[in-house]
């Protein structure tokens, strides 16, 4: 796939979504922080379901450790492998406590640093709550960059590494919740919707789902 097709993508991508953004619900750098931790295996919808009650009363790191790891637990239950993120949250808040005076920081070294964060979601956090051209390749962003051609890869640094390189400059801030918005709607796992899309000319799919 050469410069101007990929350019094309974007363009046609950021056209359709003008404001691409999470769907998870937050208010600060650290309830995103949480509701990314949550998120693992999970779907958006229900880390929101869990987080709408559980913010309102504990949204700080003080204010979670201060809940407890049953606490905390009761909270978080309908979510899966809530055992251990609840106790990843505790050590986490704990470290920002410790070690950044509450604060969420602002480095991916010491984002991965924290209890349950990966690489994956310390550039979710950079790039959503601080606005860096940072790309987190989960499974849509995995499956769209293989899919279309526009980065395909053979793991997820592989892919991240070839957006990095390829996403346009003025695209890059907005590539993460694009690409993703594209695989969870559009471009989806078993039968994606190549009728109504609006980059399927551009696309190196093959199979091709028909009308």
Request: charged fraction near 20%.
């Amino acid at each position: 796939m050469n410069k101007q097709i990929r350019l094309a993508i974007f363009d046609r991508l950021a056209a359709n979504t003008p404001e691409p953004t999470t769907e998870l619900i937050y208010s600060t750098p650290f309830e995103l922080l949480i509701a990314v931790v949550l998120s693992a295996q999970a779907t958006d919808k229900g880390v929101n379901k869990a987080t709408e009650k559980l913010f309102p009363v504990a949204n700080t790191p003080q204010a979670i450790l201060d809940l407890g790891l049953d606490g905390l637990k009761a909270h978080i239950k309908t979510i899966g492998l809530f055992n251990s993120k609840a106790a990843n949250i505790i050590k986490l808040c704990e470290t920002l406590l410790s070690q950044h005076l509450g604060e969420v920081p602002q480095t991916r070294e010491a984002l991965e640093a924290l209890a349950g964060v990966g690489r994956k979601t310390a550039n979710v956090i950079l790039n959503t709550a601080f606005g860096h051209p940072t790309i987190a390749v989960d499974t849509h962003i995995f499956r769209v960059s293989n899919r279309t051609g526009l980065a395909p890869g053979k793991n997820v640094l592989e892919v991240e590494n070839k957006l990095e390189k390829t996403v346009p400059a003025h695209h890059k801030k907005d590539a993460h919740h694009l690409l993703i918005l594209h695989g969870r709607y559009v471009c989806i796992a078993r039968k994606p919707r190549c009728p109504g899309c609006c980059i399927a000319d551009l696309c190196e799919f093959k199979q091709k789902t028909l009308p």
